[in-house]
């Protein structure tokens, strides 16, 4: 997880937090078919961007808007295949030095604290006089941190979830950066934010035994923590990373009725972190041709109020406790609106939404109200005020004006498949109940791609509606052929034209175009 700078206690802020889903230690992990290794295209922040990219909004090839917005619903069922669960895991070598502290400076900046406390320029509690040596060691962390003398070498083994959203029928996906980057400095920052209370040493015994947490520390606490480690062992070379590798696993929606299914996928093109331009593209290790795949609208268009949607996977709802942990999760879907357009301290606009997201969202699809892409989910904010908890209401997404520019230099076009053209003319007949025509069209994508995410469930759906479905005129003239059709079309105007010589010759004439 990556924050922006934690101020002290009292003050009320929002903090800026990557919405990566939750950093953890890996088991090592060993692929049948191991990822190949490419270099992937970087994308600079201040690289030229193509007059071409800057004055045409991205799209997607063989989409065409419908002509009126769509039911939230049918916005979940088309997008939802599209929508993928992305797991990192980082492989490599570390080197650092324990930490040792500087016991009569920290003796002294408590005895500062304590005395604050009594005059009343503090609470005089556990937990704010922690937050307060907490910050005072930030300000200068070598003032009372140092390292030992002996090197520790480690195997480092760390994973990350995301989500993230097909973009290809050959199956290229957009994601955030910061679910999968590999260089050195985000990885440090994601080891130190899941392993790092391993190596605080002699710091930790102190914070304990001076001011006690009897349920563990609080998110801000930790916050700060981190920050003082990550200053401490990147400042000065305590701490290094090398032969880092990373694996990339994609999870779709067919991962639901086959547990342990997944595909490997390469990184193709990256950009920075936030607050920089945090897209990256990754490509399924695939020959299928026909994947589900989500389409792009204009995001320049949207204003203050208007309707948004979100897809995603965020952790919440995958680790939930009650929920069977031997199964994948459908994607959470949630609604909101648009709050506003915000300058980052990267210089790009991202927007503002009030959908509700958590971490695990990042890299996430975000939708109009015609079911159209216009962002991925990327930041949200978290008030250190209150213990650390994710404000709802002010999340962020890079939108498509961004991503086009990684989507140009990887040199693709977005394009939507005949099987998600298929499932959408499959919903549509699902919604206008003409159930026996979606399930002919189901089993059309099944005959073609038995993985296609959750087509069996909509297939069974379809499959048990269209059994109880009765036959009317209507169906009998679907299902006959055009020429059928013609036939029985021009003997009714000649019936209703009473048999009149014109129409008979009229008919007899566009009989012998079509069937001769």
């Known amino acids: 997880m990556q924050y922006n700078k934690v101020y002290p206690p009292k003050i009320y802020l929002l903090v800026v937090i990557a919405l990566i889903g939750n950093m953890y230690l890996a088991p090592a992990t060993h692929?049948?078919?191991?990822?190949?290794?490419?270099?992937?295209?970087?994308?600079?922040?201040?690289?030229?961007?193509?007059?071409?990219?800057?004055?045409?909004p991205l799209s997607t090839q063989g989409y065409t808007r419908p002509a009126e917005p769509l039911p939230p619903t049918l916005i979940a069922a088309i997008n939802r295949p599209a929508t993928v669960q992305v797991l990192a895991n980082f492989t490599g070598n570390l080197q650092y030095q324990q930490l040792l502290i500087y016991t009569d400076n920290l003796r002294q900046a408590v005895a500062q604290i304590e005395t604050s406390a009594l005059i009343g320029n503090l609470p005089n509690n556990n937990a704010d006089k922690l937050?307060?040596?907490?910050?005072?060691?930030?300000?200068?962390?070598?003032?009372?941190?140092?390292?030992?003398n002996s090197i520790t070498?480690?195997?480092?083994?760390?994973?990350?979830?995301?989500?993230?959203?097909?973009?290809?029928?050959?199956?290229?996906?957009?994601t955030n950066a910061h679910v999968v980057a590999t260089d050195e400095a985000s990885l440090a920052q994601k080891l130190l934010s899941t392993g790092f209370f391993n190596r605080v040493g002699e710091l930790a015994k102190y914070l304990q035994s001076t001011y006690p947490q009897p349920n563990g520390l609080s998110e801000p606490a930790t916050q700060l923590l981190l920050q003082i480690m990550e200053t401490f062992y990147t400042s000065r070379g305590y701490f290094k990373l090398a032969n880092i590798t990373g694996r990339y696993r994609v999870l779709t929606g067919y991962?639901?009725?086959n547990p342990g299914y997944h595909i490997e996928a390469n990184?193709?093109?990256?950009?920075?972190?936030?607050?920089?331009?945090?897209?990256?593209?990754?490509?399924?290790?695939?020959?299928?041709?026909?994947?589900?795949?989500?389409?792009?609208?204009?995001?320049?268009?949207?204003?203050?109020?208007?309707?948004m949607y979100v897809l995603g996977y965020p952790g919440v709802v995958n680790n939930n406790e009650v929920l069977d942990q031997n199964v994948m999760r459908q994607p959470s879907f949630t609604e909101g609106k648009m709050s506003a357009r915000q300058k980052t301290k990267g210089g790009w606009e991202a927007i503002q939404i009030t959908a509700a997201v958590?971490?695990?969202?990042?890299?996430?699809?975000?939708?109009?109200?015609?079911?159209?892409?216009?962002?991925?989910?990327?930041?949200?904010s978290q008030d250190a005020s209150q213990g650390g908890a994710l404000v709802q209401g002010f999340n962020f997404i890079v939108p498509n004006s961004i991503i086009h520019q990684f989507i140009h230099q990887a040199g693709l076009t977005p394009t939507l498949s005949n099987s998600a053209t298929t499932l959408r003319q499959a919903l549509q007949?699902?919604?206008?109940?003409?159930?026996?025509?979606?399930?002919?069209?189901?089993?059309?994508?099944?005959?073609?791609?038995?993985?296609?995410?959750?087509?069996?469930?909509?297939?069974?759906?379809?499959?048990?509606?269209?059994?109880?479905?009765?036959?009317?005129?209507?169906?009998?003239?679907?299902?006959?052929?055009?020429?059928?059709?013609?036939?029985?079309?021009?003997?009714?105007?000649?019936?209703?034209?009473?048999?009149?010589?014109?129409?008979?010759?009229?008919?007899?004439h566009l009989l012998f175009f079509f069937f001769v």
């Open 31 to 56: 692929a049948q078919n191991p990822t190949t290794t490419l270099k992937p295209i970087k994308v600079d922040d201040n690289q030229l961007i193509p007059l071409d990219v800057l004055m045409k």
């Open 131 to 148: 937050m307060a040596l907490l910050t005072l060691i930030q300000q200068n962390p070598h003032a009372f941190l140092t390292p030992d």
């Open 153 to 174: 070498q480690e195997q480092i083994n760390i994973g990350a979830t995301g989500s993230g959203l097909i973009i290809t029928p050959q199956g290229h996906l957009v």
């Open 255 to 257: 991962t639901l009725q």
């Open 267 to 307: 990184l193709l093109a990256i950009g920075q972190p936030i607050p920089g331009k945090d897209v990256a593209i990754l490509k399924l290790q695939t020959t299928q041709n026909n994947w589900p795949t989500i389409s792009f609208g204009p995001d320049r268009e949207l204003r203050s109020g208007d309707e």
């Open 358 to 380: 958590g971490r695990g969202n990042s890299g996430g699809p975000v939708f109009n109200k015609y079911g159209e892409v216009i962002g991925i989910l990327t930041f949200g």
């Open 429 to 508: 007949w699902m919604a206008d109940k003409k159930y026996k025509k979606a399930a002919a069209a189901l089993n059309e994508i099944k005959s073609s791609f038995a993985q296609f995410p959750y087509l069996n469930e909509e297939l069974n759906d379809a499959t048990t509606k269209a059994a109880s479905e009765k036959n009317t005129l209507m169906d009998y003239w679907d299902n006959m052929d055009t020429k059928t059709q013609i036939m029985l079309g021009l003997a009714a105007v000649m019936v209703v034209g009473g048999g009149a010589g014109k129409l008979f010759t009229y008919g007899v």
